[in-house]
Nanobody, 127 residues
Framework: VQLVESGGGLAQLGGTLRLSCEVS????????IGWFRRAPGKGREGVST????????YYAGFVKGRFTASSDNAKNTVHLQMNSLKAEDTAVYYC?????????????????????WGQGTQVSVSS
């Protein structure tokens, strides 16, 4: 199983970035894909999760209205469109996979629910 993130980089305050997570080695229909981040000196926090099979999508409050998750099922890829970036969005962003049937609004942000993880991509927001 592989999850490979891409699209990170340097953005200006208020700018945009689009992250991608390409998934291989597992059934895309059977898993939900989550995005997490770890900022310097902080713990890992859940950002958003999407279930490609049925379209359910969940967001953490601190990104709601700014970030949008989507999936390209033909390419086994999920995206995270990040708009109106803030300095506090600076972090390493990871994608992870959990069994789709486990996913609900109460657990999408819990890293314990996820079985497979990518290596991460750095996002830096400059003022």
């Amino acid at each position: 199983v592989q999850l490979v993130e891409s699209g990170g980089g340097l953005a200006q305050l208020g700018g945009t970035l689009r992250l991608s997570c390409e998934v291989s080695g597992l059934s895309f229909d059977d898993y939900a894909i989550g995005w997490f981040r770890r900022a310097p000196g902080k713990g890992r926090e859940g950002v958003s999760t999407i279930s490609p099979r049925d379209g359910r999508t969940y967001y953490a409050g601190f990104v709601k209205g700014r970030f949008t998750a989507s999936s390209d099922n033909a390419k086994n890829t999920v995206h995270l469109q990040m708009n109106s970036l803030k300095a506090e969005d600076t972090a390493v962003y990871y994608c992870a996979a959990m069994p789709r049937q486990t996913l609900n609004a109460g657990n999408f942000y819990s890293h314990y629910q996820y079985t497979y993880w990518g290596q991460g991509t750095q996002v830096s927001v400059s003022s």
